[in-house]
């Protein structure tokens, strides 16, 4: 049973509105990951983190960033919300090649 | 074209049938193998890991793997309406990061 936790499950904001989505792991897993999936469509890799201080950029283009200070938090920030990023985000963390995944933010950007 | 293709579906089965997922895939490196199960508005949950080729079984469910014809199915026995989900197969050669079919959404009908 993995423990990953992701806040808020569901957002409504504004366009111009800068939002941080939360999410943290208490397994200790060095590798986290954060994913896109639009409805009915496959998920996009948008960033990962191997360790504490170390973020790459995914396979999918995103204007989001992300920080890892803590093993435990992997936290994602879109600074100027637009309506293109109203999407499901997802965080993964895993151990060897498995990967567990939180429930996931749902993000609506009017 | 796509490195892992997956049918979307729907697939629609009667309560009891065995269901055949499948996926194909393009890149020989990848090595490991997976099945997860999303519900709606849920994260994915990790149903069947596999390394290399053979099948492994799990209950109702067993995971084959033929390496040869690119090839991996998830087979479902004695469905039931709790199993109806959007299932997504994943793989990767070891680097820690995972490619993602489409996802297959089933539906069990009493």
């Known amino acids: 049973e993995a423990d990953i936790y992701q806040t808020p499950r569901y957002l409504v904001i504004g366009t111009g509105k800068k939002i941080t989505l939360e999410c943290s792991q208490t397994?200790?897993?060095?590798?986290m990951y954060w994913y896109q999936q639009d409805p009915g469509m496959e998920l996009h890799l948008i960033h990962y983190?191997?360790?504490?201080?170390?973020?790459e950029k995914g396979d999918l283009s995103s204007e989001s960033t992300v920080s890892r200070i803590r093993t435990e938090h992997f936290p994602l920030t879109l600074e100027s919300a637009r309506p293109s990023h109203t999407s499901q985000y997802l965080c993964?963390?895993?151990?060897?090649?498995?990967?567990?995944f939180g429930p996931g933010t749902r993000l609506l950007v009017l | 074209q796509k490195e892992v293709e997956q049918d979307p579906g729907p697939l629609s089965v009667p309560e009891g049938a065995i269901v055949s997922l499948n996926c194909t895939y393009s890149n020989s490196a990848f090595q490991y193998f997976m099945w997860y199960r999303q519900y709606s508005r849920k994260g994915p949950e990790l149903l069947m890991y596999t390394y290399s080729s053979g099948n492994k079984e799990d209950g109702r469910f067993t995971a084959q793997v033929d390496k040869s014809s690119k090839y991996i199915s998830l087979f479902i026995r004695d469905s039931q309406p709790s199993d109806s989900a959007t299932y997504l197969c994943a793989m990767t050669p070891g680097t820690g990061k995972l490619i993602f079919g489409q996802g297959t959404t089933l539906q069990v009908k009493p």
């Open positions: 993964a963390s895993s151990i060897g090649e498995t990967q567990y």
């Open positions: 397994m200790g897993h060095d590798k």
């Open positions: 983190s191997y360790g504490v201080n170390s973020t």
